[in-house]
């Protein structure tokens, strides 16, 4: 697919099915992802995959702090069934005397936002998924986040099934603007 048309195809899907990557395929995406911009090569992040069981798994960490209504809890325990593939977006900064965490935490984003787009590419779908589960300390936990590690949430991967409809897209131009009115004295000159 031609990158353009990719970029301006790619849309969240909200219903995945099976397939989702296998391993292999997966590495090798990631592999293209890390080429994202990453101020200092620190590659201050890693995904945590999640299949078959472990789903289910997070799926009872998430039924548990839904409350006590039964049909509550079992829409938690249903979220993470959602896709046959989970990754567990995980920001691990890191200190560095001239690349802050905001820019590690772009990095971070920038590698996801290209894995998606590599993966619509191949013929997948995705949806990054956020919500206060990332803060639970036992969610934290199920995914191994070490001190000082950020859940950003999850990249729900598979298949679409069902449509996708193109959204409408705001005017470009609203969004670029130009710095102008530099007279030679503020140019340096």
């Avoid at 990158?3 to 391993?23: H, W």
């Avoid at 101020?39 to 789903?55: A, D, F, K």
């Avoid at 001190?147 to 950003?152: F, H, R």
Wanted: glycine share 8%.
């Amino acid at each position: 697919m031609e990158t353009l048309k990719s970029v301006l195809t790619r849309r969240s899907a909200p219903r995945l099915a099976a397939p989702a990557p296998g391993d292999h395929e997966l590495l090798a995406l990631l592999e293209a992802a890390m080429s994202a911009p990453d101020h200092g090569r620190l590659l201050p992040w890693r995904l945590v995959s999640l299949r078959g069981g472990e789903r289910e798994r997070l799926g009872r960490e998430l039924a548990a702090r839904a409350g006590e209504d039964p049909e509550d809890r079992a829409r938690a325990a249903a979220k993470p069934l959602r896709a046959p593939l989970l990754l567990a977006i995980v920001l691990s900064p890191v200190e560095h005397p001239k690349i802050p965490r905001w820019e590690q935490l772009a990095a971070a984003t920038a590698v996801v936002s290209t894995l998606s787009l590599l993966l619509h590419d191949r013929g997948y779908a995705s949806i990054w998924r956020t919500g206060p589960a990332t803060e639970d300390s036992a969610v934290r936990a199920l995914h191994g986040l070490g001190a000082g590690e950020q859940l950003l949430g999850w990249l729900y991967v598979g298949t679409a099934s069902g449509a996708t409809p193109p959204r409408p897209r705001p005017d470009p131009a609203r969004y670029l603007t130009a710095l102008t009115g530099l007279g030679p004295q503020e140019a340096g000159e």
